[in-house]
């Protein structure tokens, strides 16, 4: 389905993969890239056969058009014809006809939910499917009249809320016990106020339109064991509210997290410094007027606006340094995040990245991601996978675990890079290591010079199975692994043909 090349790249054609030595890659049609296309729909070219109207679009219309020349597929009510973008599709066209002529917002989600296909496709845009009236005119559905809580899930969280003369605060019982500053994120914008709090798999929300104005910064508070969040609001003016406002859309529900939009906010860029010859380290600094903590593991989305089109890409938040983690606490209002990015000077997204000046603006999602904490309980023996940029999540994960995991003896890091130059936080690592003697360090090249002595190559059974040994026979392991897809697909293969459990593997991936 519609993807930007973030997982399958590099291309057949990119700098990068003519490096790697010609081992056998699906090439990509010149020409089709996703600047391509957006070329094609800034032309004036009328793209779906329609001249520009929208039509209401009935089941048994959307049917007929099943072919690779007349494409049509329906995500989330609103119908594209996606026949000009078939050959532009990264995944390719044989994925994208999975949805042909039938609603293809389940397949759509499960592979990249995060895409932002309204703003990519909006010139293949037919029109809306037509509603079936399910109800006599004038009667809602039961589900709309009754709680908009889910039935299933964690059961229902609720809220409540209590004054002073100078503060509003916010209270949302989540009765859970896992709850803690990184679940709640919160934004408040123009009059209105946004907290979702992810409760499991799923998502709370309190989204209200407030009756008075506030000052800009306010405060999460969390009390984990009762999973209470307090979320204090400062007043504008020391009046006393009658009422906290009126609801807006979806507010005071919980919906599956999967089914929830992303919801960006713009973060400044405060600095851009050179890591190696092509991968620098941003800071972003997050409005005043939100709280937001990137959970260990997990990833934000991106988002800007290039040639007039909304592009989104991921981005994994890593430390300062691999040092800043050890200096205890971590402020829980730290307002800076930092990512390691590796520019692509024939990328899409990068070249625009790296062109942003500092105080410049790029948008930034909720975090996302499937890697959880609990992964590591008990943990004695953790590997890491990283090839390239792959070693970005590794990042909070090395040092999370060197940190708050007492049951742990190992940690190794196996690092694949083509050359020493390309070798992220290489003296960084190394110094890690010396310091702590729990932490193993392993690079392995793939085109390193003659003056290279250590590991060359590949990932590979011979380089897996004497690495991954465990420190006791009954070792609780976990193996991380992150690189380019076909990196992670093929280490994933090795692992379980060496008898590595699914448990005992998390593979990073969008
Ligand atoms: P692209 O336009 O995708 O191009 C990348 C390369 O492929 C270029 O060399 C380009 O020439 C080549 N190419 C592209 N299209 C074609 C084509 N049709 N034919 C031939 N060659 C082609 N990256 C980081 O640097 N840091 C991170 O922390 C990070 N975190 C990530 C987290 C997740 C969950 C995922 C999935 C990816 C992450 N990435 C990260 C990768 C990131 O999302 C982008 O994919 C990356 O920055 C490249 O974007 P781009 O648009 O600049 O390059
Ligand atoms: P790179 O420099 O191109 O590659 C790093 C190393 O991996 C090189 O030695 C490379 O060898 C090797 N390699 C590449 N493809 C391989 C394959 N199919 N089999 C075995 N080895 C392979 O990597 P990069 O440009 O930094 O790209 C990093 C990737 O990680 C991107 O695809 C990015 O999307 C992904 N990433 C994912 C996440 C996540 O959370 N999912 C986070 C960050 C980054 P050769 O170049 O010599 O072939």
């Not at 790697?20 to 010149?30: A, C, E, T, Y």
């Not at 895409?115 to 109800?135: D, I, Q, T, W």
């Not at 410049?360 to 999602?365: L, T």
């Not at 004695?380 to 040092?399: Q, R």
Request: glycine share 6%; hydrophobic share 35%.
């Amino acid at each position: 389905m519609l993807n930007v090349p973030s997982q399958s790249f590099p291309g057949s054609s990119s700098q990068q993969r003519v490096s790697s030595g010609g081992r056998s890659k699906v090439p990509l049609k010149q020409g089709r890239s996703l600047m391509d296309w957006i070329r094609l729909t800034k032309s004036g070219k009328d793209l779906t056969g329609l001249k520009g109207r929208l039509i209401e679009v009935t089941e048994e219309e959307l049917k007929k058009h099943n072919k690779k020349d007349d494409c049509w597929i329906c995500i989330r009510g609103f119908v594209y014809n996606v026949s000009p973008y078939m050959e532009y599709h990264p995944g390719g066209e044989e994925e994208l006809m999975r949805g042909a002529g039938s609603d293809g917002t389940d397949l759509f989600d499960q592979v990249h939910r995060w895409v932002n296909y309204e703003s990519m496709l909006k010139e293949c845009l037919v029109g809306r499917m037509a509603v079936k009236p399910a109800f006599p005119k004038g009667m809602l559905p039961k589900s709309q009249v009754t709680d908009p809580l889910a039935k299933e899930g964690p059961s229902s969280p609720s809220y409540d809320w209590f004054q002073t003369d100078a503060l509003v605060t916010i209270v949302i019982y989540t009765k859970q016990k896992d709850i803690n500053l990184d679940s709640v994120i919160a934004d408040h914008r123009d009059d209105s106020f946004r907290a979702e709090t992810v409760i499991k798999d799923y998502s709370y929300l309190i989204h209200i339109a407030l009756s008075h104005e506030i000052q800009e910064d306010f405060s999460v508070r969390v009390v984990e064991n009762v999973g209470k969040i307090e979320i204090v609001l400062k007043k504008k003016e020391n009046t006393s509210w009658k009422c906290l406002g009126h609801p807006l859309e979806n507010h005071n529900s919980l919906i599956p997290k999967k089914d929830t939009g992303l919801y960006y906010r713009k973060c400044q860029l405060i600095s851009k410094e050179d890591v190696t010859h092509d991968t620098k380290l941003f800071c972003l600094m997050l409005p005043p007027s939100t709280h937001l903590q990137v959970p260990t593991g997990q990833h934000v989305y991106f988002k800007l606006t290039i040639t007039g089109t909304e592009i989104v890409k991921p981005y994994t938040p890593v430390s300062d340094s691999l040092f800043s983690e050890f200096k205890e606490p971590v402020l829980p209002n730290n307002k800076y995040i930092y990512f390691l990015i590796k520019i692509y000077p024939a990328g899409l997204f990068t070249p625009e990245l790296d062109h942003l000046q500092i105080g410049d603006y790029v948008s930034v999602s909720n975090p996302e991601g499937n890697f959880k904490i609990s992964q590591f309980q008990e943990l004695e023996d953790l590997f890491l996978l990283a090839a390239g940029t792959g070693f970005t999540p590794m990042v909070k994960v090395l040092s999370y675990a060197l940190t708050n995991i007492p049951s742990l003896r190992k940690v190794k890091l196996m690092f694949f890079n083509k050359t020493e130059d390309d070798i992220i936080w290489r003296s960084q690592l190394e110094k890690l290591a010396f310091k702590d003697k729990r932490f193993d360090l392993e690079f392995v090249l793939s085109a390193p010079t003659s003056e290279w002595n250590g590991k060359r190559g590949y990932i590979s059974p011979a380089l897996l199975s004497e690495f991954l040994k465990r420190s006791l026979d009954t070792s609780k392991v976990l193996i991380c692994i992150c690189g380019p897809m076909p990196f992670t697909e093929q280490g994933m293969k090795l692992l379980h043909d060496l008898n590595f459990s699914k448990d005992e593997i998390h593979s990073f991936t969008a």
